[in-house]
Protein backbone atom coordinates (compact mmCIF):
# COMPACT_ATOMS: atom_id res chain seq x y z
CA UNK A 1 0.00 0.00 0.00
CA UNK A 2 1.60 2.97 -0.76
CA UNK A 3 2.25 5.85 1.81
CA UNK A 4 0.65 8.85 2.30
CA UNK A 5 1.56 11.97 0.57
CA UNK A 6 2.43 13.75 3.73
CA UNK A 7 4.60 10.55 4.93
CA UNK A 8 6.69 10.60 1.35
CA UNK A 9 7.15 14.66 2.19
CA UNK A 10 7.91 13.90 5.90
CA UNK A 11 10.81 11.15 4.67
CA UNK A 12 12.16 13.39 1.76
CA UNK A 13 12.59 15.84 4.30
CA UNK A 14 14.23 14.39 6.94
CA UNK A 15 16.67 12.71 3.90
CA UNK A 16 17.58 16.42 3.32
CA UNK A 17 18.13 17.42 7.18
CA UNK A 18 20.02 14.73 7.75
CA UNK A 19 22.44 15.13 4.33
CA UNK A 20 22.72 18.57 5.42
CA UNK A 21 24.12 18.08 9.08
CA UNK A 22 26.43 15.57 7.68
CA UNK A 23 28.08 17.98 5.12
CA UNK A 24 28.25 20.56 8.21
CA UNK A 25 29.98 17.55 10.73
CA UNK A 26 32.27 16.87 7.45
CA UNK A 27 32.96 20.39 7.07
CA UNK A 28 33.60 21.17 10.87
CA UNK A 29 36.05 18.11 10.97
CA UNK A 30 37.84 18.15 7.61
CA UNK A 31 37.08 22.11 6.67
CA UNK A 32 39.96 22.26 4.16
CA UNK A 33 37.57 19.84 1.56
CA UNK A 34 38.79 21.72 -1.48
CA UNK A 35 40.20 19.31 -4.40
CA UNK A 36 44.25 19.02 -3.74
CA UNK A 37 46.22 20.75 -6.42
CA UNK A 38 47.98 19.51 -9.72
CA UNK A 39 51.38 19.83 -9.17
CA UNK A 40 54.06 20.55 -11.95
CA UNK A 41 58.05 20.13 -11.54
CA UNK A 42 60.00 23.36 -13.04
CA UNK A 43 63.40 22.23 -13.23
CA UNK A 44 65.97 25.26 -14.18
CA UNK A 45 69.51 26.73 -13.45
CA UNK A 46 69.20 28.99 -10.68
CA UNK A 47 72.52 29.30 -10.22
CA UNK A 48 75.83 28.61 -11.58
CA UNK A 49 77.23 29.33 -15.23
CA UNK A 50 73.35 28.92 -16.65
CA UNK A 51 71.17 31.05 -14.64
CA UNK A 52 71.38 34.41 -16.26
CA UNK A 53 69.71 32.33 -19.10
CA UNK A 54 67.20 29.96 -17.51
CA UNK A 55 66.46 31.46 -14.21
CA UNK A 56 63.45 33.90 -17.08
CA UNK A 57 62.42 30.57 -17.93
CA UNK A 58 60.72 30.49 -14.60
CA UNK A 59 58.97 33.48 -14.64
CA UNK A 60 57.20 32.41 -18.09
CA UNK A 61 56.01 28.94 -16.52
CA UNK A 62 54.74 31.06 -13.22
CA UNK A 63 52.63 34.00 -15.85
CA UNK A 64 51.20 30.88 -17.50
CA UNK A 65 50.40 29.02 -14.43
CA UNK A 66 48.55 32.20 -12.97
CA UNK A 67 46.45 33.01 -16.21
CA UNK A 68 45.79 29.63 -15.49
CA UNK A 69 44.20 29.83 -11.72
CA UNK A 70 42.91 32.67 -12.52
CA UNK A 71 40.43 31.30 -14.62
CA UNK A 72 39.86 28.44 -12.42
CA UNK A 73 42.39 25.92 -12.67
CA UNK A 74 42.36 22.63 -14.54
CA UNK A 75 39.82 19.79 -13.88
CA UNK A 76 38.55 22.38 -11.41
CA UNK A 77 41.98 22.13 -9.77
CA UNK A 78 44.39 24.68 -9.10
CA UNK A 79 48.42 24.63 -10.45
CA UNK A 80 51.27 24.34 -7.92
CA UNK A 81 54.94 24.96 -9.17
CA UNK A 82 57.18 22.78 -7.51
CA UNK A 83 60.87 24.28 -7.97
CA UNK A 84 63.93 22.80 -8.58
CA UNK A 85 67.50 24.28 -8.96
CA UNK A 86 69.44 22.13 -11.33
CA UNK A 87 72.94 24.51 -10.94
CA UNK A 88 74.12 24.26 -14.42
CA UNK A 89 75.59 20.51 -13.31
CA UNK A 90 73.79 17.71 -15.82
CA UNK A 91 74.33 14.84 -12.62
CA UNK A 92 72.28 17.36 -10.44
CA UNK A 93 69.25 17.61 -13.14
CA UNK A 94 68.79 13.96 -13.41
CA UNK A 95 68.80 13.58 -9.41
CA UNK A 96 66.24 16.24 -9.30
CA UNK A 97 64.24 14.69 -12.20
CA UNK A 98 64.07 11.61 -10.16
CA UNK A 99 62.95 13.14 -6.83
CA UNK A 100 60.13 15.35 -8.79
CA UNK A 101 58.81 12.61 -10.38
CA UNK A 102 59.09 9.88 -7.40
CA UNK A 103 58.89 12.02 -3.81
CA UNK A 104 57.00 15.42 -5.26
CA UNK A 105 54.94 13.24 -7.13
CA UNK A 106 54.05 16.20 -9.74
CA UNK A 107 52.28 15.39 -12.99
CA UNK A 108 54.25 17.17 -15.69
CA UNK A 109 58.17 18.60 -16.33
CA UNK A 110 59.27 21.83 -17.32
CA UNK A 111 62.76 21.69 -17.85
CA UNK A 112 66.30 22.53 -19.03
CA UNK A 113 68.14 24.32 -21.15
CA UNK A 114 71.58 22.87 -22.27
CA UNK A 115 71.05 19.41 -24.23
CA UNK A 116 73.85 18.16 -21.72
CA UNK A 117 70.96 18.34 -19.35
CA UNK A 118 68.43 17.21 -21.34
CA UNK A 119 70.42 14.04 -22.30
CA UNK A 120 70.56 13.31 -18.37
CA UNK A 121 67.03 13.93 -17.88
CA UNK A 122 65.91 11.90 -20.76
CA UNK A 123 66.17 8.23 -19.51
CA UNK A 124 64.99 9.76 -16.21
CA UNK A 125 61.45 10.71 -17.72
CA UNK A 126 61.47 7.46 -20.19
CA UNK A 127 61.90 5.26 -17.06
CA UNK A 128 59.23 6.49 -15.10
CA UNK A 129 57.04 6.61 -18.19
CA UNK A 130 56.65 10.25 -17.33
CA UNK A 131 56.32 13.88 -19.38
CA UNK A 132 58.58 16.35 -19.89
CA UNK A 133 58.73 19.21 -21.55
CA UNK A 134 61.67 21.10 -23.19
CA UNK A 135 61.65 24.93 -24.68
CA UNK A 136 65.04 24.92 -26.25
CA UNK A 137 66.56 25.38 -29.40
CA UNK A 138 68.59 22.46 -29.93
CA UNK A 139 71.03 19.88 -32.27
CA UNK A 140 68.22 17.62 -32.95
CA UNK A 141 69.35 14.17 -33.96
CA UNK A 142 66.96 13.06 -31.05
CA UNK A 143 62.94 11.95 -30.43
CA UNK A 144 62.19 11.02 -27.10
CA UNK A 145 58.33 9.36 -26.74
CA UNK A 146 58.20 11.21 -23.28
CA UNK A 147 59.39 14.74 -24.45
CA UNK A 148 57.95 17.01 -26.31
CA UNK A 149 60.15 19.91 -28.06
CA UNK A 150 58.85 23.30 -27.94
CA UNK A 151 62.30 25.10 -28.79
CA UNK A 152 63.39 24.57 -32.73
CA UNK A 153 64.83 21.79 -34.27
CA UNK A 154 67.96 22.30 -36.59
CA UNK A 155 65.65 22.52 -39.96
CA UNK A 156 64.51 25.40 -37.80
CA UNK A 157 67.87 27.26 -36.40
CA UNK A 158 70.98 25.95 -37.20
CA UNK A 159 70.48 25.23 -40.92
CA UNK A 160 68.64 28.32 -42.12
CA UNK A 161 70.65 30.42 -39.82
CA UNK A 162 73.96 29.42 -41.63
CA UNK A 163 72.83 29.36 -45.03
CA UNK A 164 71.64 33.62 -44.21
CA UNK A 165 74.99 33.94 -42.95
CA UNK A 166 76.86 32.69 -45.81
CA UNK A 167 75.07 34.82 -48.05
CA UNK A 168 74.89 37.59 -46.17
CA UNK A 169 78.55 37.64 -45.02
CA UNK A 170 80.66 35.10 -47.05
CA UNK A 171 81.31 31.49 -47.19
CA UNK A 172 84.95 31.93 -44.59
CA UNK A 173 83.24 30.51 -41.51
CA UNK A 174 84.97 30.76 -37.99
CA UNK A 175 83.21 28.35 -35.50
CA UNK A 176 83.62 28.61 -31.51
CA UNK A 177 81.33 27.18 -29.06
CA UNK A 178 81.24 25.57 -25.33
CA UNK A 179 82.39 21.91 -24.98
CA UNK A 180 79.55 19.98 -24.85
CA UNK A 181 77.00 18.01 -26.80
CA UNK A 182 75.07 20.69 -28.37
CA UNK A 183 77.57 23.24 -29.80
CA UNK A 184 79.65 20.08 -31.30
CA UNK A 185 76.80 18.52 -33.20
CA UNK A 186 75.63 22.07 -34.49
CA UNK A 187 78.76 22.18 -35.56
CA UNK A 188 79.40 18.74 -37.40
CA UNK A 189 75.92 19.67 -39.46
CA UNK A 190 77.42 23.30 -40.00
CA UNK A 191 80.31 21.24 -41.46
CA UNK A 192 78.01 19.66 -43.81
CA UNK A 193 76.41 22.45 -45.09
CA UNK A 194 79.93 24.35 -45.55
CA UNK A 195 81.00 21.67 -47.56
CA UNK A 196 78.28 21.23 -49.62
CA UNK A 197 78.13 25.14 -50.65
CA UNK A 198 81.45 26.15 -51.28
CA UNK A 199 82.16 27.34 -47.62
CA UNK A 200 85.59 26.65 -45.72
CA UNK A 201 86.11 26.21 -41.92
CA UNK A 202 88.90 28.38 -40.93
CA UNK A 203 89.23 27.59 -37.18
CA UNK A 204 87.08 25.47 -34.75
CA UNK A 205 87.19 25.98 -30.98
CA UNK A 206 85.99 25.28 -27.86
CA UNK A 207 85.27 26.24 -23.95
CA UNK A 208 84.32 23.96 -21.24
CA UNK A 209 80.89 25.58 -19.85
CA UNK A 210 82.10 28.79 -17.82
CA UNK A 211 85.08 29.02 -19.42
CA UNK A 212 86.64 32.06 -19.97
CA UNK A 213 90.20 31.93 -21.44
CA UNK A 214 89.28 33.69 -24.56
CA UNK A 215 92.24 35.55 -25.49
CA UNK A 216 94.02 33.17 -27.48
CA UNK A 217 91.08 32.04 -29.36
CA UNK A 218 90.34 35.78 -30.27
CA UNK A 219 93.98 36.22 -31.05
CA UNK A 220 93.22 33.25 -33.55
CA UNK A 221 89.92 34.91 -35.34
CA UNK A 222 92.39 38.17 -35.47
CA UNK A 223 94.43 36.55 -37.40
CA UNK A 224 92.30 34.42 -39.65
CA UNK A 225 89.51 36.95 -40.50
CA UNK A 226 86.68 35.30 -41.20
CA UNK A 227 83.61 36.28 -43.08
CA UNK A 228 81.23 35.45 -39.89
CA UNK A 229 81.82 34.08 -36.49
CA UNK A 230 79.05 31.35 -35.79
CA UNK A 231 78.67 31.07 -32.21
CA UNK A 232 77.26 28.36 -29.87
CA UNK A 233 79.08 29.29 -26.53
CA UNK A 234 75.84 28.74 -23.80
CA UNK A 235 76.45 30.49 -21.02
CA UNK A 236 78.52 33.57 -19.20
CA UNK A 237 81.45 32.49 -21.36
CA UNK A 238 80.34 34.62 -23.74
CA UNK A 239 80.28 37.92 -21.66
CA UNK A 240 84.38 36.95 -21.49
CA UNK A 241 84.04 37.04 -25.55
CA UNK A 242 82.35 39.49 -26.19
CA UNK A 243 84.12 41.74 -24.21
CA UNK A 244 87.41 40.34 -25.72
CA UNK A 245 86.58 41.26 -29.08
CA UNK A 246 85.55 44.16 -28.70
CA UNK A 247 88.98 45.35 -26.77
CA UNK A 248 90.82 43.53 -29.89
CA UNK A 249 89.18 45.74 -31.96
CA UNK A 250 86.78 43.05 -33.39
CA UNK A 251 83.30 44.90 -32.91
CA UNK A 252 82.78 45.65 -36.76
CA UNK A 253 83.36 41.24 -37.28
CA UNK A 254 79.89 39.63 -38.29
CA UNK A 255 79.19 37.36 -35.20
CA UNK A 256 75.91 35.11 -35.53
CA UNK A 257 75.14 33.51 -32.12
CA UNK A 258 72.77 30.49 -32.05
CA UNK A 259 72.34 30.34 -27.99
CA UNK A 260 72.23 34.39 -26.95
CA UNK A 261 68.92 35.84 -26.63
CA UNK A 262 67.64 39.34 -25.15
CA UNK A 263 68.38 39.03 -21.26
CA UNK A 264 72.13 37.22 -22.08
CA UNK A 265 72.71 39.99 -25.07
CA UNK A 266 71.78 42.97 -22.20
CA UNK A 267 73.78 41.23 -19.49
CA UNK A 268 76.79 39.93 -21.04
CA UNK A 269 77.44 43.22 -23.38
CA UNK A 270 76.58 41.62 -26.66
CA UNK A 271 75.21 45.16 -27.80
CA UNK A 272 78.96 46.48 -27.95
CA UNK A 273 79.54 44.50 -31.04
CA UNK A 274 77.72 46.68 -34.55
CA UNK A 275 77.05 43.56 -36.52
CA UNK A 276 75.73 40.91 -33.81
CA UNK A 277 73.37 38.72 -34.98
CA UNK A 278 70.60 35.99 -33.76
CA UNK A 279 68.63 32.77 -34.84
CA UNK A 280 65.29 32.49 -33.10
CA UNK A 281 61.83 31.93 -33.43
CA UNK A 282 60.73 34.73 -31.61
CA UNK A 283 61.62 37.88 -30.39
CA UNK A 284 60.08 40.07 -27.62
CA UNK A 285 59.72 43.27 -30.51
CA UNK A 286 57.35 41.28 -33.02
CA UNK A 287 54.61 43.47 -33.85
CA UNK A 288 51.35 40.84 -33.60
CA UNK A 289 48.70 41.46 -31.37
CA UNK A 290 49.02 38.16 -29.39
CA UNK A 291 52.57 39.16 -28.75
CA UNK A 292 51.59 42.57 -27.56
CA UNK A 293 49.33 41.18 -25.69
CA UNK A 294 51.74 38.78 -23.84
CA UNK A 295 54.33 41.61 -23.34
CA UNK A 296 51.88 43.32 -21.40
CA UNK A 297 50.58 40.54 -19.51
CA UNK A 298 54.07 39.81 -18.24
CA UNK A 299 55.27 43.57 -17.49
CA UNK A 300 52.13 44.21 -15.67
CA UNK A 301 52.43 40.01 -13.66
CA UNK A 302 56.43 41.09 -12.80
CA UNK A 303 56.33 44.99 -12.43
CA UNK A 304 60.02 45.13 -11.16
CA UNK A 305 61.59 42.63 -13.32
CA UNK A 306 64.46 43.61 -15.50
CA UNK A 307 63.92 40.54 -17.97
CA UNK A 308 62.61 40.64 -21.92
CA UNK A 309 60.81 38.30 -23.12
CA UNK A 310 63.13 35.77 -25.49
CA UNK A 311 62.15 32.92 -27.27
CA UNK A 312 62.86 30.26 -24.60
CA UNK A 313 60.82 31.75 -22.22
CA UNK A 314 57.82 32.10 -25.27
CA UNK A 315 58.23 28.29 -25.56
CA UNK A 316 57.69 27.37 -22.07
CA UNK A 317 54.98 30.07 -21.65
CA UNK A 318 53.79 27.62 -25.16
CA UNK A 319 54.49 24.24 -23.80
CA UNK A 320 52.66 25.15 -20.32
CA UNK A 321 49.35 26.06 -22.27
CA UNK A 322 49.77 22.93 -25.23
CA UNK A 323 49.85 20.99 -22.29
CA UNK A 324 46.69 22.41 -20.33
CA UNK A 325 44.56 22.07 -23.63
CA UNK A 326 45.95 18.39 -23.47
CA UNK A 327 44.82 17.38 -19.86
CA UNK A 328 41.85 19.42 -20.91
CA UNK A 329 41.28 16.69 -23.76
CA UNK A 330 42.76 14.00 -22.02
CA UNK A 331 40.14 14.54 -18.51
CA UNK A 332 42.94 13.48 -16.57
CA UNK A 333 46.53 14.69 -15.58
CA UNK A 334 48.14 11.22 -15.40
CA UNK A 335 51.63 11.52 -17.83
CA UNK A 336 50.43 8.76 -20.05
CA UNK A 337 47.27 9.83 -20.91
CA UNK A 338 48.10 14.02 -21.44
CA UNK A 339 51.16 11.98 -23.22
CA UNK A 340 48.80 10.72 -25.57
CA UNK A 341 46.53 13.43 -25.71
CA UNK A 342 49.28 16.47 -26.88
CA UNK A 343 49.82 14.71 -29.90
CA UNK A 344 46.02 14.64 -31.46
CA UNK A 345 45.59 18.53 -32.80
CA UNK A 346 47.26 20.13 -30.03
CA UNK A 347 47.69 24.02 -31.59
CA UNK A 348 47.83 27.32 -30.25
CA UNK A 349 47.96 30.88 -31.50
CA UNK A 350 50.85 32.06 -29.77
CA UNK A 351 53.04 35.19 -29.58
CA UNK A 352 55.29 33.72 -32.21
CA UNK A 353 52.15 32.81 -34.20
CA UNK A 354 50.55 29.34 -34.42
CA UNK A 355 52.16 26.89 -32.39
CA UNK A 356 51.23 23.36 -33.92
CA UNK A 357 52.49 20.17 -32.54
CA UNK A 358 53.74 17.90 -34.97
CA UNK A 359 52.86 14.46 -33.96
CA UNK A 360 55.06 13.24 -36.23
CA UNK A 361 58.46 14.32 -34.69
CA UNK A 362 57.04 15.38 -31.09
CA UNK A 363 58.60 19.03 -32.29
CA UNK A 364 56.61 22.30 -33.26
CA UNK A 365 55.56 24.01 -36.62
CA UNK A 366 57.86 27.09 -36.50
CA UNK A 367 59.04 30.56 -38.70
CA UNK A 368 62.31 31.43 -38.43
CA UNK A 369 63.80 34.87 -37.76
CA UNK A 370 67.01 36.53 -37.71
CA UNK A 371 67.41 39.49 -35.43
CA UNK A 372 70.36 41.84 -35.66
CA UNK A 373 70.97 43.48 -31.54
CA UNK A 374 69.81 47.06 -30.86
CA UNK A 375 71.54 48.75 -28.23
CA UNK A 376 69.05 48.20 -25.64
CA UNK A 377 69.34 44.61 -25.95
CA UNK A 378 65.90 44.20 -28.74
CA UNK A 379 66.61 42.46 -32.02
CA UNK A 380 65.24 44.14 -35.31
CA UNK A 381 64.33 41.22 -37.34
CA UNK A 382 66.21 41.10 -40.43
CA UNK A 383 64.91 38.37 -41.61
CA UNK A 384 61.47 36.36 -41.51
CA UNK A 385 60.59 32.80 -43.02
CA UNK A 386 57.83 32.92 -45.46
CA UNK A 387 55.74 29.74 -43.69
CA UNK A 388 55.89 27.87 -41.06
CA UNK A 389 58.95 25.16 -41.27
CA UNK A 390 57.78 22.05 -40.53
CA UNK A 391 60.29 20.16 -38.10
CA UNK A 392 63.18 17.97 -38.77
CA UNK A 393 64.94 16.72 -35.83
CA UNK A 394 67.35 14.39 -38.64
CA UNK A 395 68.40 16.81 -41.22
CA UNK A 396 68.28 15.85 -44.56
CA UNK A 397 71.69 15.80 -45.40
CA UNK A 398 71.99 12.46 -44.03
CA UNK A 399 70.00 8.85 -43.08
CA UNK A 400 69.02 8.45 -39.16
CA UNK A 401 72.19 5.79 -38.84
CA UNK A 402 74.46 8.16 -40.49
CA UNK A 403 73.45 10.53 -38.37
CA UNK A 404 73.78 8.41 -35.08
CA UNK A 405 76.94 7.24 -36.86
CA UNK A 406 78.86 10.68 -36.90
CA UNK A 407 77.96 11.38 -33.47
CA UNK A 408 79.31 8.31 -32.40
CA UNK A 409 82.83 9.92 -33.24
CA UNK A 410 82.05 12.83 -30.65
CA UNK A 411 85.03 12.77 -28.24
CA UNK A 412 84.24 11.24 -25.33
CA UNK A 413 82.58 12.87 -22.69
CA UNK A 414 80.52 14.84 -24.34
CA UNK A 415 77.41 12.99 -24.02
CA UNK A 416 76.76 12.50 -20.03
Sequence with gaps: MPLPVFATRRALFGMVIIAGLSALLAWFYYPDSSPPPIRIGVLHSLTGTMAVSEAPLVDAVRLAVDEINAQGGLLERPLEMVMADGRSDWNVFAAEAERLITQEKVSVLFACWTSACRKAVKPVVERHRHLMFYPVQYEGLEQSPN?????????????????????????????????????????????????????????ERYLPLGGTAVADIVADIQAQRPDVVLNTLNGDSNAHFFAALEQ???????????????????????????????????????????????????????????????????????????????????????????????????????????????????????????????????????????????????????????WQALLDTLPAGKLP
Design 248 to 402: AGLADLPLLSFSVAENEMRAWQGTHLKQHYAVWNYFQSLPNEENRRFVSAFQAHFPNTQNTIDDPMEASYAGVRLWAQAVQEAGSVDPLRVNTAVLLRQSLSGPSGVAAVDPATRHLWKRVRVGRVLPDGQFEPVFTSSALLRPTPWPLQRSREA
Design 147 to 203: ILYTGSAPNQQIIPGTYWAMQQFGKRIYLLGSDYIFPRVANLIIHELAASNGGEILG
